[in-house]
């Protein structure tokens, strides 16, 4: 497991766990928004990612953004 502020290089859906389901998030949209807010750039505007078949599960992805926003908050 790593600390809040080491990167971890594993895919989003190995990191956090997310399903894949029928119908969810473009999964490379989600992974780009999490390597933008580890870098600390994140858009103040709540992300917006196309839903698609085969996508991460999105109540999953809104819980760990939320909590990375929060963490990044902390981190100020």
């Known amino acids: ?9 594993r895919p989003p ?4 766990a997310f399903r894949i389901v029928r119908r969810g998030y473009d999964r490379d ?7 933008l807010l ?3 750039a994140p858009s103040a505007a709540a ?3 196309e839903l698609v078949r085969r996508g991460f599960d999105q109540a ?3 819980e760990v953004i939320a909590r990375l926003h929060r963490e990044a ?3 100020r």
């Open 60 to 62: 999953q992805v809104d």
């Open 73 to 75: 908050a902390r981190g």
């Open 29 to 35: 949209q989600v992974a780009a928004y999490i390597v």
């Open 47 to 49: 992300p917006a990612f």
């Open 38 to 40: 580890r870098t600390g």
């Open 13 to 16: 859906h190995e990191e956090f």
């Open 1 to 9: 497991m790593s600390t809040p502020h080491e990167q971890d290089d």
